[in-house]
């Protein structure tokens, strides 16, 4: 980890103030998918400042290229803490977001993703996007972790530039698979209702 990287460690926690709840699951670094809602840009790196330091190591989280690309300060903390970015308005048939995230992957890092696509507005969670069910479903071995971030919007509200000091929580919850034969649009349910069940914990 670079200066950088550590600086941004040590923001994160001074400006969202999070607790860590491993809930029927533990720390590891075996390849996994984290999926999380959606409020805020700062859900990302909240998210990866949070898990242990050798977890971040061999983590990596999608973002989106137009955000993490503008201006001089967002594209040098994107590669500090080592961003998978993802171009959303110039997508190729033959190579599609999901085949670049398993393929960046390899058989060593593992991912922070939000399901949702763009982030929502208020308490409720939008619909899943089909992502994560193909790489459920190319990837069977992955270990699929919910993750309930709370309050995080509120230190970095829409439209603001600067960060409000405030304390947010993050429940990381059981590892979940795609099943055998399960349909895209119940999959996507059960995924979705894991990440909700974090929030009443």
């Not at 709840?21 to 700062?42: E, G, K, M």
């Not at 242990?52 to 903390?77: L, Q």
């Not at 959303?88 to 922070?112: A, Q």
């Amino acid at each position: 980890m670079t200066l950088t990287s550590h600086v941004i460690v040590l923001l994160a926690k001074l400006f969202s103030g999070f607790t860590v709840r491993w809930v029927d699951c533990q720390p590891d670094t075996c390849q996994r998918i984290y999926f999380a809602n959606h409020t805020s840009h700062l859900d990302a790196v909240v998210l990866w400042s949070a898990l242990p330091k050798e977890i971040r190591a061999v983590t990596r989280p999608v973002a989106a290229k137009d955000y993490w690309s503008s201006g001089w300060v967002k594209p040098h903390m994107a590669a500090s803490f080592n961003a998978l970015l993802i171009d959303r308005k110039e997508i190729k048939v033959h190579r599609s977001p999901i085949d670049i995230m398993l393929e960046e992957m390899g058989d060593i890092y593992s991912l922070i993703v939000f399901p949702e696509g763009g982030r929502s507005s208020g308490d409720e969670m939008g619909e899943f996007k089909s992502g994560l069910y193909y790489m459920g479903k190319k990837r069977p071995d992955l270990e699929l972790v919910p993750v309930y971030i709370d309050n995080v919007n509120r230190i970095l509200p829409r439209g603001e530039v600067l960060p409000v000091p405030l304390l947010s929580c993050i429940t990381i919850g059981a590892p979940i698979f795609l099943e055998a034969g399960e349909p895209k649009n119940a999959f996507l349910k059960r995924a979705k209702e894991a990440v909700q069940r974090l929030k009443d914990l």
